[in-house]
Nanobody
């Protein structure tokens, strides 16, 4: 069992940076792939980024590649999403997710666990 709690959302101007955090609890965090999804108003939830359990492999959606960076800190049981050069279209509720494989997050889009979400609003 993994519990996920996101933080770090807020209102920022276009071009700014923001870092989201996802604190995880549960024995399986260290062996889980972790990821981020987002859901904009009126749209489907979409994959954003994933990192494998060792932290050595990452994968990003094309829309955020080169601007967002996912990382994890095993000592703190936390995964991060550093978001730079934010755009209006990045406005969404961002969800942290955990799964046994990166494929479950990045390809299948069906992780085992979800956080409650944190809202990011980018003003143009």
């Amino acid at each position: 069992q993994v519990q996920l709690v996101e933080s770090g959302g807020g209102v920022v101007q276009a071009g700014s940076s923001l870092r989201l955090s996802c604190a995880a609890s549960g024995r399986t965090f260290s062996s889980s792939s972790m990821g981020w999804f987002r859901q904009a108003p009126g749209k489907e939830r979409e994959f954003v980024a994933v990192i494998n359990w060792t932290g050595t492999t990452t994968f990003y959606a094309d829309s955020v590649k080169g601007r967002f960076t996912i990382s994890r800190d095993h000592a703190k049981n936390t995964v991060y999403l550093q978001m730079n050069s934010l755009r209006f279209e990045d406005t969404a509720v961002y969800y942290c997710a955990a799964a046994s494989s990166t494929r479950d997050i990045a390809v299948v889009g069906r992780p085992d666990y979800w956080g409650q979400g944190t809202k990011v609003t980018v003003s143009s």
